[in-house]
């Protein structure tokens, strides 16, 4: 009786000892956690951003953030920060991150289309000129582009266009240059030439 006795006691010190444990465990690891979320730094992404595996661009991409998220950062080493996004855990350059006021999503941008205005009379640069044969020539506009070759890589002075034109035998003639609209529509009777910002012929097509 006397060993049953002195057994006991031990055995229950001992699932108390082992219970206060488990539960000191429990209370240093919410404390812990609560302590990591304290030291989280809201922040926002101030640019269309990569979480990557780890601090560089040599790791891996996870996902891009999008600019104006909302990001808690973790953890910083150099220009690096360790954040977390919607859950998802990683490294972002620090470079691209606001930890003061919200960035709002870049709206996006409109990018004019210039209209050409027609104005009778008045044919703008660098648009279409036309030309009319005369009695005895070709009113068909039977275009040959090989024939206009000779100006590729020249100057396209109007002395050389009006020689292009005459040689290719077509109806009309457009210039067309770099930066500028110009309708799409296809007319085997036009000799089209292609200069470059220094009026330099690069190419000619019956189109």
């Known amino acids: 009786m006397t060993g049953l006795a002195t057994a006991l006691p031990r055995a229950v010190l001992r699932d ?9 465990i429990v209370v240093v690891g919410a404390l812990f956690l609560g302590i990591a979320a304290a030291a989280a730094q809201p922040a ?26 909302r990001v808690d950062i973790l953890d910083c080493r150099g220009t690096w920060c360790q ?8 490294w972002a350059s620090a470079n691209f991150l606001a930890t003061g ?9 409109a990018v004019p289309i210039p ?33 206009a070759e000779f100006i590729i890589g020249r100057r396209a002075t109007d002395s050389r266009l009006e020689q292009a034109l005459d040689a290719s035998r077509a109806r009309t003639l457009r210039v067309e240059e770099p ?3 110009y ?12 200069v470059d ?11």
């Open 101 to 109: 006021q919200a960035v709002r999503p870049e709206p996006p941008r």
């Open 183 to 194: 309708t799409q529509e296809f007319r085997p009777d036009r000799l089209t030439v292609s």
């Open 83 to 90: 954040v977390d996004f919607r859950g998802r855990v990683g």
């Open 197 to 207: 910002r220094r009026r330099i012929v690069v190419d000619v097509e019956c189109r």
């Open 115 to 147: 209209i050409p205005i027609p104005i009778p009379g008045f044919t703008p640069p660098g648009l279409e000129r036309e030309r009319d044969w005369g009695r005895g020539r070709d009113r068909a506009g039977r275009c040959r582009a090989d024939r």
């Open 44 to 69: 926002t992404v101030t640019s269309d951003l990569n979480l990557r595996t780890g601090p560089g661009t040599n790791f891996a991409v996870i996902l891009s953030m999008p600019r104006g998220s």
């Open 179 to 181: 930066g500028r609209f």
């Open 16 to 24: 108390a000892v082992t219970g206060l444990a488990r539960r000191a």
